[in-house]
């Protein structure tokens, strides 16, 4: 059974930093692309981040490009999350999700979802 | 960018009605269409990948349908476990993504 564990939330202050963690277990980790994915108080889905497999390729949406830094550890099946100069609209529940398609299978979509945790940027 | 509509935004409905949600894409998008369900407090699951694949698990009440730029979800009988937010992805521009604003879902 697929299980991503999401966790280092918290509250933080405007301008501070935070590191997010996924734990993931039941699949071969290496061998998918992962993603964050998050969502403001009351509102939509919002694509954060996104890492290859081997972690070689990064990518950012343009709302957090130069402030968020996606990485990932496959010796310990976790995905992260670095995030400074933290701003007010950054709060959100972040969720990490599994990629699966690509490299033209012709589909790509997001199978499997952490559940998710919370970021709070207040003074 | 390519920006996502679906409509309506809300939508109530009975037990046993058939509901259609729409979600739009500003260009064309091939068949790189998902739809997700959300419930409060729960994280998305994933319903629909390539417009009309239903994920394994997921009852067969729903329906997904469309191409290039317009596309509809279908919940023929809705349960009430099917009261809940929608929302369609575009993954046409892999590995960068855009979600719908979301369809929130009521019981009337």
């Known amino acids: 059974e697929v299980r991503l564990l999401d966790s280092g939330g918290d509250l933080v202050q405007p301008g501070g930093s935070l590191r997010l963690s996924c734990t993931a277990s039941?699949?071969?980790?290496?061998?998918?692309?992962m993603n964050w994915v998050r969502q403001a108080p009351g509102k939509g889905l919002e694509w954060v981040s996104g890492?290859?497999?081997?972690?070689?390729?990064?990518f950012y949406a343009d709302s957090v490009k130069g402030r968020f830094v996606i990485s990932r550890d496959n010796s310990k099946n976790t995905l992260y999350l670095q995030m400074k100069s933290l701003r007010a609209e950054d709060t959100a529940v972040y969720y990490c999700?599994?990629?699966?398609?690509?490299?033209?299978?012709?589909?790509?979509?997001?199978?499997?979802w952490g559940q998710g945790t919370l970021v709070t940027v207040s003074s | 960018d390519i920006q996502m509509t679906q409509s309506p935004s809300s939508l109530s409905a009975s037990v046993g009605d058939r509901v259609t949600i729409t979600c739009r894409a500003s260009?064309?998008?091939?068949?790189?269409l998902n739809w997700y369900q959300q419930k409060p407090g729960k994280a998305p699951k994933l319903l629909i990948h390539?417009?009309?694949n239903l994920q394994s698990g997921v009852p067969s009440r729903f329906s997904g349908s469309g191409s290039g730029t317009n596309f509809t979800l279908i919940i023929s009988g809705l349960q009430p476990e099917d009261f809940a937010t929608y929302y369609c992805?575009?993954?046409?521009?892999?590995?960068?993504?855009?979600f719908g604003q979301g369809t929130k879902l009521e019981i009337k």
């Open positions: 039941g699949f071969t980790f290496r061998m998918y692309a």
């Open positions: 992805q575009q993954s046409y521009t892999t590995p960068m993504y855009t």
């Open positions: 260009q064309a998008i091939s068949t790189y």
């Open positions: 390539a417009v009309s």
């Open positions: 999700a599994k990629r699966l398609g690509g490299g033209g299978s012709g589909y790509d979509y997001f199978d499997d």
């Open positions: 890492i290859s497999g081997s972690g070689s390729s990064t």
